[in-house]
Protein backbone atom coordinates (compact mmCIF):
# COMPACT_ATOMS: atom_id res chain seq x y z
CA UNK A 1 0.00 0.00 0.00
CA UNK A 2 1.64 3.41 -0.87
CA UNK A 3 2.42 5.81 1.94
CA UNK A 4 -0.29 8.25 2.42
CA UNK A 5 1.21 11.49 2.66
CA UNK A 6 1.21 13.69 5.60
CA UNK A 7 -0.99 17.25 6.60
CA UNK A 8 0.74 20.33 6.42
CA UNK A 9 0.06 22.77 9.39
CA UNK A 10 1.31 26.54 9.80
CA UNK A 11 0.81 28.60 12.56
CA UNK A 12 0.26 32.45 11.54
CA UNK A 13 -0.42 35.61 12.98
CA UNK A 14 1.37 38.89 13.74
CA UNK A 15 4.41 38.75 16.49
CA UNK A 16 3.49 37.92 19.99
CA UNK A 17 0.02 36.56 18.77
CA UNK A 18 0.96 33.22 20.41
CA UNK A 19 2.45 31.09 17.62
CA UNK A 20 5.50 29.54 19.62
CA UNK A 21 3.48 29.07 22.75
CA UNK A 22 1.45 26.79 20.93
CA UNK A 23 3.59 24.69 18.14
CA UNK A 24 5.20 22.42 20.61
CA UNK A 25 1.72 21.64 22.65
CA UNK A 26 0.27 21.08 18.99
CA UNK A 27 3.42 18.57 18.29
CA UNK A 28 2.86 16.83 21.42
CA UNK A 29 -1.35 16.55 19.96
CA UNK A 30 -0.51 14.99 17.07
CA UNK A 31 2.51 12.16 18.47
CA UNK A 32 -0.20 11.48 21.16
CA UNK A 33 -2.55 10.03 17.92
CA UNK A 34 0.50 8.07 16.90
CA UNK A 35 1.92 10.51 14.17
CA UNK A 36 5.11 11.15 13.27
CA UNK A 37 5.70 15.00 13.53
CA UNK A 38 8.13 17.27 11.94
CA UNK A 39 8.00 20.71 13.39
CA UNK A 40 9.84 23.70 11.58
CA UNK A 41 9.87 27.27 11.65
CA UNK A 42 9.69 30.14 8.51
CA UNK A 43 11.95 32.39 7.92
CA UNK A 44 14.61 28.89 8.92
CA UNK A 45 14.08 25.28 9.13
CA UNK A 46 17.25 24.90 7.05
CA UNK A 47 21.30 25.66 8.05
CA UNK A 48 21.12 28.29 5.12
CA UNK A 49 17.20 29.01 5.93
CA UNK A 50 18.22 30.52 9.32
CA UNK A 51 21.19 32.46 8.38
CA UNK A 52 18.79 34.23 5.64
CA UNK A 53 16.49 34.54 8.86
CA UNK A 54 19.48 35.85 10.51
CA UNK A 55 19.70 38.53 8.01
CA UNK A 56 16.35 39.49 7.27
CA UNK A 57 15.64 39.89 11.26
CA UNK A 58 18.32 42.57 11.29
CA UNK A 59 19.72 44.05 8.29
CA UNK A 60 18.02 47.34 6.94
CA UNK A 61 17.05 45.90 3.05
CA UNK A 62 15.48 46.61 -0.13
CA UNK A 63 11.97 44.96 0.39
CA UNK A 64 12.35 43.40 -3.43
CA UNK A 65 15.56 42.01 -1.57
CA UNK A 66 13.99 40.98 1.52
CA UNK A 67 10.71 39.11 0.10
CA UNK A 68 13.28 37.46 -2.30
CA UNK A 69 15.32 36.10 0.58
CA UNK A 70 12.16 34.97 1.94
CA UNK A 71 11.11 32.63 -0.59
CA UNK A 72 14.98 31.49 -1.33
CA UNK A 73 14.94 30.78 2.13
CA UNK A 74 11.27 28.77 1.69
CA UNK A 75 12.51 27.24 -1.80
CA UNK A 76 15.06 25.18 0.49
CA UNK A 77 12.87 24.87 3.17
CA UNK A 78 10.41 22.99 1.03
CA UNK A 79 12.61 21.16 -1.30
CA UNK A 80 14.66 19.66 1.52
CA UNK A 81 12.73 19.29 4.34
CA UNK A 82 8.77 19.53 3.59
CA UNK A 83 8.14 18.16 0.97
CA UNK A 84 10.34 15.01 1.47
CA UNK A 85 8.73 14.67 5.25
CA UNK A 86 5.25 15.00 3.47
CA UNK A 87 6.34 12.51 1.25
CA UNK A 88 7.27 9.93 3.91
CA UNK A 89 4.35 9.96 5.55
CA UNK A 90 5.00 12.30 8.72
CA UNK A 91 2.92 15.66 9.09
CA UNK A 92 4.34 18.97 9.22
CA UNK A 93 4.01 21.93 11.54
CA UNK A 94 5.51 24.82 10.60
CA UNK A 95 5.72 28.58 12.23
CA UNK A 96 4.86 30.66 9.61
CA UNK A 97 4.90 30.26 6.28
CA UNK A 98 3.94 32.31 3.12
CA UNK A 99 0.62 33.81 4.53
CA UNK A 100 3.21 35.45 6.21
CA UNK A 101 5.21 37.32 3.20
CA UNK A 102 1.30 38.00 2.68
CA UNK A 103 0.71 39.65 5.53
CA UNK A 104 4.11 41.34 5.87
CA UNK A 105 5.58 42.29 3.02
CA UNK A 106 2.40 42.87 0.89
CA UNK A 107 0.60 44.14 3.68
CA UNK A 108 2.86 45.64 6.58
CA UNK A 109 5.16 46.81 4.18
CA UNK A 110 2.99 47.62 1.60
CA UNK A 111 4.35 45.73 -1.57
CA UNK A 112 1.32 44.64 -2.49
CA UNK A 113 -0.12 40.89 -3.32
CA UNK A 114 0.66 40.85 -6.70
CA UNK A 115 4.63 40.17 -6.43
CA UNK A 116 4.01 38.12 -3.67
CA UNK A 117 1.43 35.66 -6.00
CA UNK A 118 3.89 35.27 -8.86
CA UNK A 119 6.86 34.07 -6.08
CA UNK A 120 4.37 31.57 -4.37
CA UNK A 121 3.41 30.50 -7.89
CA UNK A 122 7.40 29.83 -8.73
CA UNK A 123 8.35 28.21 -5.65
CA UNK A 124 5.62 25.98 -4.39
CA UNK A 125 2.56 26.11 -7.45
CA UNK A 126 2.31 22.75 -6.20
CA UNK A 127 1.97 22.78 -2.52
CA UNK A 128 -0.24 24.31 0.17
CA UNK A 129 -0.74 24.35 3.81
CA UNK A 130 -3.66 21.48 4.38
CA UNK A 131 -5.01 23.76 7.49
CA UNK A 132 -3.48 27.31 8.74
CA UNK A 133 -4.12 28.55 12.39
CA UNK A 134 -4.57 32.63 12.19
CA UNK A 135 -3.60 33.14 16.11
CA UNK A 136 -4.98 36.88 16.47
CA UNK A 137 -4.76 39.21 18.76
CA UNK A 138 -5.21 43.25 18.70
CA UNK A 139 -2.08 45.53 18.69
CA UNK A 140 -2.36 46.51 22.47
CA UNK A 141 -2.35 42.76 23.94
CA UNK A 142 0.40 41.62 21.30
CA UNK A 143 3.11 45.07 22.50
CA UNK A 144 2.04 44.40 25.72
CA UNK A 145 2.90 40.42 25.25
CA UNK A 146 5.87 41.48 23.36
CA UNK A 147 7.33 43.55 26.02
CA UNK A 148 7.11 41.19 28.55
CA UNK A 149 9.19 38.25 26.49
CA UNK A 150 11.89 39.56 24.75
CA UNK A 151 14.00 42.25 22.55
CA UNK A 152 12.46 43.51 19.37
CA UNK A 153 13.65 42.10 15.72
CA UNK A 154 13.45 44.50 12.90
CA UNK A 155 9.51 44.15 12.41
CA UNK A 156 8.63 44.19 15.82
CA UNK A 157 10.10 47.46 16.22
CA UNK A 158 7.85 48.90 13.27
CA UNK A 159 4.73 51.00 14.03
CA UNK A 160 1.55 50.59 15.00
CA UNK A 161 0.37 51.31 11.21
CA UNK A 162 2.86 48.45 9.96
CA UNK A 163 0.82 46.21 12.45
CA UNK A 164 -2.64 47.40 11.81
CA UNK A 165 -1.80 46.82 7.75
CA UNK A 166 -0.21 43.17 8.55
CA UNK A 167 -3.05 41.87 10.47
CA UNK A 168 -5.37 42.96 8.37
CA UNK A 169 -3.61 41.51 5.45
CA UNK A 170 -4.09 38.15 7.47
CA UNK A 171 -7.72 38.74 7.77
CA UNK A 172 -7.97 38.91 3.94
CA UNK A 173 -6.43 36.45 3.67
CA UNK A 174 -8.99 34.69 5.65
CA UNK A 175 -11.50 35.57 3.81
CA UNK A 176 -9.83 34.30 0.47
CA UNK A 177 -9.42 31.11 1.90
CA UNK A 178 -11.90 30.29 4.34
CA UNK A 179 -11.79 26.50 3.84
CA UNK A 180 -7.87 26.54 4.81
CA UNK A 181 -7.89 29.35 7.59
CA UNK A 182 -8.75 29.36 10.87
CA UNK A 183 -9.15 31.88 13.00
CA UNK A 184 -7.89 31.44 16.79
CA UNK A 185 -8.47 34.13 19.39
CA UNK A 186 -5.47 34.29 20.92
CA UNK A 187 -6.96 37.02 23.52
CA UNK A 188 -8.50 33.82 25.75
CA UNK A 189 -6.32 32.22 28.27
CA UNK A 190 -3.90 29.94 26.77
CA UNK A 191 -5.89 26.58 28.25
CA UNK A 192 -8.71 27.93 26.71
CA UNK A 193 -7.10 28.26 23.49
CA UNK A 194 -5.65 25.04 24.21
CA UNK A 195 -9.03 23.41 24.22
CA UNK A 196 -9.92 25.27 21.41
CA UNK A 197 -7.02 23.44 19.13
CA UNK A 198 -7.62 20.47 20.59
CA UNK A 199 -10.94 20.02 18.86
CA UNK A 200 -9.21 20.89 16.02
CA UNK A 201 -6.76 18.77 15.72
CA UNK A 202 -8.73 15.37 16.53
CA UNK A 203 -10.93 16.64 13.53
CA UNK A 204 -7.91 17.12 11.04
CA UNK A 205 -6.55 13.75 12.64
CA UNK A 206 -9.97 12.12 12.12
CA UNK A 207 -10.84 13.41 8.44
CA UNK A 208 -7.16 12.58 7.39
CA UNK A 209 -7.46 9.00 8.91
CA UNK A 210 -10.64 8.37 6.89
CA UNK A 211 -8.81 9.59 3.93
CA UNK A 212 -11.11 12.66 3.15
CA UNK A 213 -8.38 15.05 3.55
CA UNK A 214 -9.02 18.41 6.23
N1 LIG B 1 -3.20 33.29 25.33
C1 LIG B 1 -2.21 33.93 25.95
N2 LIG B 1 -2.41 34.56 27.12
C2 LIG B 1 -1.41 35.21 27.75
N3 LIG B 1 -0.15 35.30 27.29
C3 LIG B 1 0.12 34.69 26.13
C4 LIG B 1 -0.88 33.98 25.39
N4 LIG B 1 -0.33 33.48 24.27
C5 LIG B 1 0.97 33.86 24.29
N5 LIG B 1 1.24 34.58 25.40
C6 LIG B 1 2.53 35.19 25.76
O1 LIG B 1 2.81 36.18 24.78
C7 LIG B 1 4.20 36.22 24.49
C8 LIG B 1 4.40 36.10 22.98
O2 LIG B 1 3.95 34.82 22.55
P1 LIG B 1 4.72 34.01 21.42
O3 LIG B 1 6.20 34.16 21.58
O4 LIG B 1 4.15 32.63 21.41
O5 LIG B 1 4.24 34.80 20.13
P2 LIG B 1 4.62 34.52 18.63
O6 LIG B 1 3.33 34.51 17.87
O7 LIG B 1 5.47 33.31 18.51
O8 LIG B 1 5.44 35.83 18.25
P3 LIG B 1 6.64 36.01 17.18
O9 LIG B 1 5.99 36.08 15.84
O10 LIG B 1 7.24 37.33 17.55
O11 LIG B 1 7.58 34.85 17.34
C9 LIG B 1 4.86 35.10 25.29
O12 LIG B 1 5.44 35.67 26.44
C10 LIG B 1 3.69 34.20 25.67
O13 LIG B 1 3.89 33.56 26.90
MG1 LIG C 1 7.40 33.03 17.76
Known amino acids: MPIQRG ?4 LEGVDGAGKSTHIKWVVEQLQ ?3 LSVVSTREPGGTALGEQLRQLVLTQPMNLRTETLLM ?12 KPALAAGSWVVCDRFTDATYAYQGGGRELGFEPI ?8 SDLQPDRTWLFDVPLAVARERLARSRDLDRFEQEGDDFF ?3 RRAYHDRLLKFPDRLRIVDSTLPIETVRLGLAHQVDELVQSHHAGVGP
Open 7 to 10: CFIT
Open 32 to 34: RHG
Open 71 to 82: FAGRCEHIETVI
Open 117 to 124: SRLEQWVH
Open 164 to 166: ERT
